[in-house]
Each structure stands twice: as structure tokens, then as C-alpha cells.
């Protein structure tokens, strides 16, 4: 277990160099710079070349790639152009516990439901519960989170007067955020749940139909047993993979969600740094959602060990 | 704002009833003729709104003549008595979002197009507009030209000090300007009018050389390349900072409330870029923009009508862009309505080519003439921007400084298909055989540009059989393509006003300007009528100037957009009445330039207890 998981280390560390690199050059190979964001008029040749020798942007690109390498080693990402007074590590650091709070418990509210949902629709196959489950699932999975948003904040917030209509809220009064939390979190969570209830009933329905299962009830073991012990263990590998990646996903930020409800948070980073050409806050931003994603399979593959004894065999054997 | 009784669920249910029947019947609809139809019904909506805006004009005319507002309310921290019907002082706060351009930057005078605070509140400016556009002194009192014109003279008012105690002087605008220029200034190009401007900003001449000076410690005196007759509205973005603030504070002193130094009405006392920031009255100032309101509240804010009706935001915006629905839902509540206030257009879209040379054909004004008569502009306005939009003949705005409504008639502007396709086959491009494929570059468009990118694209294949392709390209990569490399052949891009004078805009069309466009003698005509201290002879030079822009084809006016501002009916103030326009605008004076607030408190009227 110790050579794979040395294994696994070393290749995500590749593959971010890699991606690093890639990013590096797709950022300075786009037309325009950080010194022309927003002005009518282009700056002039001097303006901009007292610009990149401010920045060291003036150096040659793999002068300039390395220094940032090693930089980056020391987690040390430099200055956004964009909010100068901190770093990128300091932007992610204070922007992401909004970002990881919303998307955190929507994830995990989606998947609980959907979840949920799935195995309530797996258990009553081909029955009316089946067919409202899916079709939920079906319906709720294409409205858009726009469509979504804008009629809770009409019907919710601005008729019924139930819940604010956005902002954070008070944050230090929890329950002040938590009231705030509430349209954010069901926008963002209830159309991931159809995905996640679909994906689950059909795990468990296969799951279901396996001669593993047959022999269980054949030996007089109840519903509710075969269920937990036998067939949710062994639809849970599809699950994981499809479902734990949801969280850095989701706790990592939406650009929409966060406009509409006005959160703070780190999703509209993932744009903005794009647009201004902001090239600090574009590598450091790239890295840390490559590092969360790479953990998470990473994290996903240990957890099929823990879960499936199989696995863990066949890493012996090998 | 006000309490209301909630919806039974009876009514929830019937409401949620009925908007799934709606949203169900959209779906099923087939979209043109739904276009059409959205079409009329907002140039109804507008039509009414200006209606409303008139009645309420007069209404207020009437107030104020007979009964003056009594100053008997609550008095904020700079000894200011607001009106008898104010809300307590800690409701006195204007909550409105976080800059949304990154905001690296504390003072304006560090970045402009990147600047974090939206308002005037933390600085003096130089001068400023009031809400009828008529300009006044703010850290001046007066100023007056030169005989020969080659410079101006400020007289700075003489009881302003910084937040600090020391007095703001003279020295400490000379220090504002020339750090700026010589420390790479986005905006260092407004300044251009000013002697010298140029060569520092690019690092030819010292900072020293710029053409400003302290006579005295309450006389600044600003040097000017040629007679600049509009100077004292360039002050209306020129905002003071402390006499060595950058060596003695450090740098983004502008962002740490620690470190702040404020010289306008308020002080930063909190920033945050989660949480917000926090402005509060600065109780050692003593100019002349005096506000009733104690804090500016930035923060996240939700976005749309809805947090607006919720009363959780206090300010919102719909125009062309915004979705059909919001604007159903205003024109069919009365409070909404009654919210509404039209506001004047001060941006316009056009449709620019290169004429270097680069592309033979678009050098060729006849080739261009073409390209401009095949245009429906009338309908391709009226039918995407839903009423939200005047067709644009020349570059300034309807309503604005020497606007001149002749435009309309010249060649250019006249649509016929029949004399554009005998101009491109008389250039040789019979049907448009032969005519390259360009690219359209559109500057980081709403979907409206787009749509009128694409209604031109259509008539040009249907009129002269020519085919372009459209690039909607995000800001940099299109200011890189069409001013700075110059590779584009032709881009649609906006531009809007900086000051009430119409050199704001033409400014911009000087062959020192931004576009790949080169024509000296127009050069000269303009500057010699913008340089006029004589204001009809000015104007009159200037006039003849826009006919000759529209004339020379290298550009096609296209649309001057329009929005409805909504803002609380309990929103009261001098600076919310109607202007001698009609307009009334939110922020303290003129839009387009920023204020502090000023003029502006909150009532107890229950005028929205209506709402919903």
C-alpha cells in the first residue's frame, strides 16, 4: 500500500509540473497583458515596459517560468495585479472558507438526497416511488441554477419574505449565516441531487440484480440487511468516484451562485484572474484546483481499498 | 424596508402554479415572433416611465416652492441636520457593492480602471458636476484662464485639511498629478491637455516638467499644451493624495483603514474584500460636499430585481440587458413604476475599420460608404435593444452638449441598399465578389452587441453579398487586435463620457487617439475649434467637426444605450430631485462621475408597504 500510495504522490507531483507548465505558457501566449485591463486607450510602449520591469515580466519566459517553479515550491505564488496588498496564497486562504462552507454543505446536502432518493428508487424498482423519483431526478438535473435562483429569490425572498434574498449575513452569529445560507445552498445543492439519485439507483439496481444478492435472499436474509450489507457496499465504488468529486467541485466556488446571491468566496476568481490576464492569480488559482482534484482521486483510490478488500489483494499480488 | 403580510400557501401554490404554466407555455412558444412581441411591450414600459417621471417633476416643483423640508431631524458627525422625516442616523447608510473590476487599487489616482472604491466620498476631487451638469468647485473654489489661454489657475479653498490635521495645499495636488504620471497611470491619457503630460508618462521628461504648479499654497496652476477651454471638468477625476503619501505611507495605503488619510466627507475604517468595506463622516472635514448620510456600507451583494424588491439592495438597473421578465415585473407594480427613473444616455456603440492600409478595401471611402448604407441602423436598434436605446448618428449622445440631430441625414446614415451596392461594384466588387472575409472584433459584448453584430453581418450578406465572421473577444485580446496591434480590420466597441463637454468624446478620434485611423486635417479642424475660448465659435467648429467624423465613413454610429434606475421611494434629497432635464440620478450629482453621497438621506415613508 505504501509503494502505491508513493506512486500515486509522485504522479500527481508530475502532473502538476506538467500542468504548470502548460499553464505558464497558455497565459503569456494570449493576446493582451495585465497593463491594458480595462483602458480605452492602450497603454504606450514605455508604459507597458516600465509595467514588466516592475513584475519581471520583462525576462525571458522560461527565466521567468523557473522563478515562479521555485517560488511556487515555497507555496509562495506572488501578487495578484489585481488586489496587490496580499498574496495569492493569502486570496485563497481568506476566499476559500466561504466558498469550501456553501459548497460543502451543498455537496453534502446533494449527495445525502440523492442518495436518498437513489436507493429509495432502487428499492421500489418499476413502481410509482421509481417513477416520481426519476422523473424528479430528470427534471431537477436540466433547470438551470439561474432558473433555479431567480424563482427562489422572486417566490422565497421578495413575495413570501422567508429568507434574505443573498449576503452573507452577520459573521459572527452563525445563525445569522446560516439563514443566509439557506437559497444559496438549496440553488446550488437541488440540481446536483438529480445526478446523484440517478447514479445511485442505477449502482445499487446492478448491484441488485447479482448472484451475490439472489444467494443472499435465497439464504432468508430480510430486505433491510441485503440492502446495507450487501448491495450498498458494493455499489458504493461507482459512488465514491462519481460523487466525491463533487466537493472540490463545488467547494472550490460557482462564479454564479456567488454573483447572484453576492457571497464572498473564491469562484469568481476563476474568471476574473482569466479576463485581467492576471498572470499570478491565474497559476496560483490552476494549481490549487489541480492539487484539490489530484488529492481527491487520490484520496478516492484509498478509499476503494478501504472499502473493497479485493483491492487491496490485488496490490499484493502485484 | 417595510413589513408585509406573507402569501398563504394556498397563494404560494397558486403562484408557483402559475409560473410553471408560464415558464411551460415560453417553451412551447417559437422565439421570433416572442422577440416582437417583447419588443412593443418595453417600448411601452419606457414610454410610461418617462410619463411618470414628468408627473413627478412638476409634483416636486410644487413642494419645494411651499413647504421647504424642515431641518429638525437627527445630526450626523459633521454637525449636518437632515430633514424632519429622517430615519434615525444608524439607518442613514448607503449599502452598495464591492467594486467588481478587481480593485487592486485604494486611490483613483493610482489606477482608474482598476480602482477598488466606486465613490468620491474618501477624497476631494478638483471639481465636480452637479446634477445639471454644470461643473463646481470642490477642493477650488473658483479658477480662471490665462489671457492667452496657456494655462489655468485654481484658487483651492483654503479650510480643507487632511484627516490628519495638516492642510490640504497646493503642493499636494502638484505631488497627485505628477506621481501618477510618472508611475505608469492607466488613465494618464485623460490628462494628455496638460503640458508635458505625454513625454512624462512615458519617461521622457522628468515628473518635474509636467505643467503643473503651486503658485502659492492655494493657488495651483495648470499648464496646458494648447488653449483648453473644458479644463476644469478634466478636475472632475482628479482626486488629491497626500504630498509624499507613497514614500512616507508605503504602498496601498489607500486600502488600510490604519493608514488611510482621508480629505473628502468620509474615512475608511473598515476593508475587507469578504466582508466588506466600511466608510464613516470624517469629523475633521470641512468642504463643501456635506453629506446627510453617516456610513457607505461596500459589500457582496445579491444581484436582480428580486433582491431589490426584497429590500436587499438599494439600488438596481434595467435596460436592454436585462431579462424580459424584470421588466414586465416593473412596469406591472406601481411602486416599481413609481421607483423608476430614466437616465440619460452617455455611452455610444459604433462600428469602426481600419483604413491604414492594411486591408485595401477599407481604405477605399467608397468601399466604407457602402458598408455604412447597407445598414438598417433604425430597425436593428429598435429590435434588439427593447426600447433601451437611441440610434447613434454621430458620436454624441442624444440630449448631450451640442448634439446635433442633422446627423441623421447624411449619406452615411441614410439606409439604401441600391446606392451601397452600385458604391461596392463601382469599387469593384460587383455583389461582393471578391470582397475578403474580415473578422468582426467585438469588445467583450452584452448579448445585445452581439445581436447587432450579427443583425449587421446579415444585412451586409443580404445587401452587398459580402461575408464577415464576428469575434466576440474578451477586453485585452480586443484592445490588442484593434488599437494596439492593429490587426483587426474592423471591431464594434463603445465609449462613454468622462465629463459633460463634447470633447469627451471626440477627444478620442484625434489621430493621437486609440484608432487605426489617420486623418490630420480633421486633426486640425478639431483642435482649432476645441481650443476656442469662444463658446458659440466652439461649438459651432466642433459641430462641423462630428458632421466630418460621420462623413469620413472610417466609423458607423450604431446605438446610445439607456438604463432605468430604481432606487427606494424613501430615498429623499436634494440631489434626487429632477434636474432641469427631467433626469434624476443617483450618487450625488451628474452620473458618470463619482460623488460622495451628498444630498441624500432615508425617510420613514411607508410608500413601499405597497410593494409586491
Redesign the interface.
Known sequence: MLVYTLKRLGGILMTLVLLSLFTFTLSRV????P?????????????IQ??KE?YGLDLPVWRQYLIWLGNAATLDFGR??????RTVTALIR??LP?SALLGGIAATLAIAMGVTLGVIAAAYQESWIDSIVTSYAVVIATVPSF?MA??M???L??????F?????GN?DDWRSVAWHLVLPVAAFALPATGGVARWTRQCIAEAMASDYVRTAYAKGLRSTGVLTRHVLRNALIPMITSFLPLYPGMMTGSLFI????????LGKYFV?SS????YPLVLGITMFWALLIALTYFLTDVLYGVIDPRVRISERQR | MS??T??SRRE?LH??GL?SAG?FLASCTTPEPQVIRETIEVEKVVEKMVEVEVEKMVETERLVEVTPIPLTGPVNELGETLPADALALDQQFILT?IGA?????GHIMESL??RAFEHAGGQETLTSLDTNFEVYGVGCESWEPAEDGSYWDFNLRRDLVWSNGDPITARDWVYTLRWSLSN?Y????FYFDIKNAQPV????MPPEDLGIEAVDDFTLRIYTEAPVPYLPMLGVWFQVMPENSQEALG??WA??PDRYVASGPFMLTKFS???GNLWELNPTYNGIRRPWIAKIRE?????????Y??G?VQRHDVGAVS?PAEIGLVNANPVLRAESHPQPPTYTDYLGFNTLGDFAPLADPNVRLALCKAIDKATIVSQIYQGFAHPAWGILPKGFPNYNPDLEQLDPNVYDPEAAQQLLADAGYPDGQGFPVYELYIR?PTTQQVAVCEAIQAQWKENLGITIELRPS????F???S???RTAAMYYVG?AQDYVDPATFMN?FRST??HPHQDESWDELYNTANSSFNPEERFRGMMEAEKLLVESTAWYFVAQPFNVALWPCNAQGPTLEPNKDGYQMWGGGAIGCPHAYQGIYWTDSNCRSAL?
Open positions: 494570449v493576446p493582451g497583458g497593463w491594458a485591463q480595462g483602458a480605452e486607450i492602450p497603454l504606450s510602449e514605455q508604459q516600465a509595467f516592475k495578484p495585479f489585481t488586489e496587490p496588498e481568506d476566499t466561504f432558473v431567480f424563482l429569490k422572486y417566490f425572498a421578495a413575495r413570501l419574505r422567508w434574505p434574498s443573498g449576503a452573507w459573521p456567488e454573483a447572484v446571491f453576492g457571497l464572498p468566496g476574473v479576463t485581467n490576464r492576471d | 413589513k408585509r406573507p402569501l404560494f403562484l408557483i409560473a415558464a457593492g473590476v478587481g480593485g487592486g487599487y480602471y482598476n505608469g492607466d488613465f494618464a491619457w508618462t512615458s519617461g521622457e504602498e496601498n486600502l488600510d474584500r469578504s466582508l459589500e457582496n451583494i445579491p444581484g436582480g430585481l428580486a433582491a424588491m426584497a436587499d431579462p467583450q474578451d477586453f485585452q485580446s484592445t490588442s487586435a488599437f494596439g496591434d465609449y478620442v487617439g486609440r409586491g
